[in-house]
């Protein structure tokens, strides 16, 4: 059985920095493309970041590239999210998830990933 989870989030001002974890087991943790979402109050889940397997390709929403990057430990069984220059509508749940092909990548709907976590708050205030 597969288990995903987050952890990291927190309340921060805006302009600062703030790093996300995420583990899955139950399975080679190579095998997975590993993507974070965020889902703000009263909006719809949305995609922010997604990596491959071996870590070599990555993927953003416009809105955070140049502010957020994505990478994983495959050692540790670990996924990052490094956000930096947060913006009060950084605001969100953000999700982790884990897609059954480690090769793949670019991959941004919520549909076609496998496994997801919980979720971990995080909150920017102006």
């Known amino acids: 059985q597969v288990q995903v989870v987050e952890s990291g989030g927190g309340l921060v001002q805006a302009g600062d920095s703030l790093r996300l974890s995420c583990t899955a087991s139950g399975r080679t943790f190579r095998s997975f493309a590993m993507a974070w979402f965020r889902q703000a109050p009263g909006k719809e889940r949305e995609f922010v970041a997604t990596?491959?397997?071996?870590?070599?390709?990555?993927y953003y929403v416009n809105s955070v590239k140049g502010r957020f990057t994505i990478s994983r430990d495959n050692a540790k069984n670990t996924v990052y999210l490094q956000m930096n220059s947060l913006r009060p509508e950084d605001t969100a749940v953000y999700y982790c998830?884990?897609?059954?092909?480690?090769?793949?990548?670019?991959?941004?709907?919520?549909?076609?990933?496998?496994?997801w976590g919980q979720g971990t708050q995080v909150t920017v205030s102006s």
């Open positions: 990596i491959s397997g071996s870590g070599g390709t990555t």
């Open positions: 998830a884990a897609k059954d092909d480690g090769g793949s990548f670019g991959y941004s709907k919520d549909w076609q990933y496998d496994y």
